[in-house]
């Protein structure tokens, strides 16, 4: 039988198979061979209590890719949740997201959430600054279901996992997403949830046909990947046009002279705190290297 895992806990994964939740174990074949399923992951099952929904995990399918943090497999897309207010914005924090989520080679969608109770100035502010870098926006409130029928439709057939801070809503957003789906997804919810708001763990929530989010928990820090520091620059998509102009072909837009970038902050086509952040992260990431040497 095929399934898909959409929560693993203590040693259990619950997989479900069309409308049906199965509690399953993991064959001891995964551990000899040192690797383990991940949510997201499509299965194989091999049921050993059909009235007590039980089986064993007995084959992984080939994965699209698998991220690092959250863990997760076969995502489609991301979607960084991030408040405008209460608690305010931590921008250091939100490009610490889009750069983890661009490293892993997933489009991103920014939903900045809690409209109703921020400046709409400032909102707007924040909207033009992160669609100006290519990035797709969204303004919402989640508490009041405001914008939540436009974000609902970009993430319609596919697997997007939702990232951000602890207190930015994402629980509640991904309640909004579940309220209109029929199917026995009360029952699924009541067996996995328990009564918790609070997400402690990534799992993937049926928000419609062949739809999933991926509600993970949430971060007040965030460590870089492990990569090397010339890839972070690729990991700011706005400085692309002006690359070219660099005089060195490997510029890192830090210290050299004649740089493209640099001169596009100083002429305010590039966010002067957005390339602040990528300063800070450089000398992060070339820290970070000097340490696994």
């Known amino acids: 039988m095929q399934g898909r895992i959409i929560r693993g806990i203590g040693g259990f994964y619950y997989v479900l ?7 399953c174990r993991a064959r001891g074949l995964f551990r000899r061979n040192g690797t383990r399923p991940l949510v997201g992951d499509y299965v194989t099952i091999s049921v050993t209590d059909e009235e007590k929904k039980e089986a064993n995990v007995v084959a992984v399918s080939p994965r699209t890719n698998a991220l690092v ?3 997760v497999a076969n995502a489609d ?14 921008t250091v924090l939100l490009d610490r997201f889009l750069v983890t989520m661009a490293w892993q080679n997933l489009p ?3 939903c900045f959430n809690k409209k109703d109770i921020s400046d709409p100035s400032e909102a707007a502010y924040w909207k033009k600054l992160y669609e100006d870098c290519g990035y797709t926006v969204r303004l919402l409130s989640a ?9 609902r439709e970009l993430l319609q057939g596919k697997t997007t996992v939702a990232a951000g801070p602890s207190g930015a809503g994402k629980s509640t957003f991904a309640n909004c997403m579940q309220q209109e789906l029929h199917m026995e997804t009360g029952e699924i919810s009541a067996k996995l949830r328990r009564g918790k708001n609070t ?10 046909p062949d739809s999933f989010l991926c509600d993970t928990p949430g971060f007040t820090a965030l460590d870089l990947p ?34 493209g970038v640099k001169q596009a902050v100083e002429e305010g086509r590039i966010g002067r705190e957005r390339y602040s952040h990528y300063c800070l992260f450089y000398d992060e990431v ?8």
């Open 17 to 23: 198979s069309g409308t049906t939740l199965w509690t």
């Open 77 to 90: 897309q991301a979607m960084v949740f991030f408040a405008l207010k209460s608690p305010d914005m931590d």
């Open 226 to 259: 492990a990569m090397e520091p010339e890839e972070l620059q690729g990991c700011f998509p706005e400085f692309a046009p002006y690359e070219k102009m660099c005089r060195f072909t490997q510029c890192s837009h830090i210290s050299e002279p004649d740089c």
């Open 286 to 293: 070339r820290e970070m290297k000097k340490r696994r040497y």
């Open 108 to 110: 991103v969608i920014i």
């Open 199 to 208: 997400t402690r763990r990534a799992e993937l929530l049926m928000i419609g």
């Open 143 to 151: 508490r009041e279901g405001t914008g939540v029928d436009d974000v």
């Open 69 to 71: 943090r959250p863990e």
